[in-house]
Structure formats: structure tokens, C-alpha cells
């Protein structure tokens, strides 16, 4: 296990900045877990927020040194928002009255999932089956919390519409899966 603090502003939220990132499951408002396949590993990282400007980071598995070096991006704190200047207008009134920070996990795969899943159904639906899918065809998750871990697009490719289906995918979305599982080569060539 590799654990480190990290400094964050004071008025960042834990749940409201990882939220947005597709991922991560969030524990409560000061705690958050992240499992995920890194280019080192499978990794595991917790977040848990233990003051005001302060985030213990503990991570497990052959990815847990990739797992270190995102986490700062995962809570945005990469980002520089000191010139960050919104149109007049709503955007404006919600930043002054709470800014906010934009967390990134730079894991292609796992957005193109929950993007995938995502579409014209409920968000406990796409989370379900993103859930199952992780469980039938993922890895175990490093770590003393468990979890699964989404399959490699490899594995992926390799499955058809009759595998997915029983996850609550229905024809469309799992040809659309399958499809940009078996383009994954190509289009991380484009990133």
C-alpha cells in the first residue's frame, strides 16, 4: 500500500468534484474508492477527506504508483483557476456563490463505458450494468475494500451481444460496446 496527504483548496468539495469523473463510487461526502486498470496494473485508491485543506490517498495493486500520480488530477486540484473568468450570467452567479474544480481520471475505457451504457436509459440502469459487467468479465479489485474491475477492451471485443444482454444491455448499445472495444487501439492512437 502507498498512502500520502494532499493539500486542496478548502472550499472543494470530495463528492462534488469526483462525481463528475464516471468512476470512482463515493462512500459518503468525505470518502471516495476508485478502482481501475492502469497502464502499470490494476490499481485502488481511496480518498478521505480528514480536514479542512487536507485528503489521505492510499493506494493498492501494480498500478497503486500510477493511482498516486492521478489523484491530484481526480480532484482537480491540477487545475488553474486563476484565470478562469465565466460569461456574465448563470455560470458567473454559480461560481461566485461555489466554485468548483473538474476531477479527470485519463481512462479512456472506463468514460466510453459509462458513455456508452449511459445513453437512453436510467443512471442506476447504466450503473448496474456497467456494475455486472466489471463482476462477469473485470478483475478483482486490489485492496482491502474489494470491487471489481471493468474489463480490458480486449476482453471485451472478444464478447457478443448474447454476453451483454443478460447485463440489461440492450442490442444497440452492446453492438455500439463491441464496436468501440474493438477500436480501442485506434482511437487511443488519436489521443
Not at 500500500?1 to 493539500?7: D, N, Y
Not at 468525505?30 to 492510499?58: D, F, H
Amino acid at each position: 500500500m502507498l498512502e500520502r496527504a494532499l493539500e486542496v483548496p478548502s472550499w472543494v468539495e470530495l463528492a462534488s468534484t469526483v462525481r463528475g469523473a464516471k468512476d470512482p463510487v463515493l462512500v459518503g461526502p468525505s470518502e471516495m474508492r476508485w478502482n481501475t486498470r492502469t497502464p502499470e496494473g490494476l490499481g485502488s485508491l481511496e480518498l478521505e477527506r480528514t480536514g479542512a485543506t487536507s485528503v489521505q490517498v492510499r493506494a493498492w495493486g501494480p498500478g497503486a504508483e500510477w493511482m498516486m500520480r492521478q489523484a491530484p488530477l481526480l480532484l482537480g486540484t491540477e487545475d488553474d483557476v486563476s484565470e478562469f473568468r465565466p460569461p456574465p450570467g448563470r455560470l458567473t452567479d454559480l461560481w461566485r456563490r461555489k466554485p468548483f474544480l473538474l476531477g479527470r481520471t485519463d481512462r479512456l475505457w472506463d468514460s466510453l463505458v459509462g458513455g456508452v451504457f449511459g445513453q437512453k436509459v436510467q443512471v442506476e440502469n447504466a450503473r448496474k450494468a456497467r456494475r455486472q459487467l466489471a463482476r462477469r468479465f473485470g478483475d478483482e479489485a486490489p485492496g482491502p475494500s474489494g470491487g471489481w474491475i471493468l474489463p480490458a477492451p480486449k476482453r471485451v471485443a472478444e464478447l457478443g451481444y448474447s454476453d451483454l444482454h443478460p447485463l440489461g444491455v440492450e442490442r444497440k448499445r452492446a453492438e455500439i460496446l463491441l464496436r468501440v472495444a474493438r477500436e480501442m487501439p485506434r482511437i487511443e492512437g488519436m489521443t
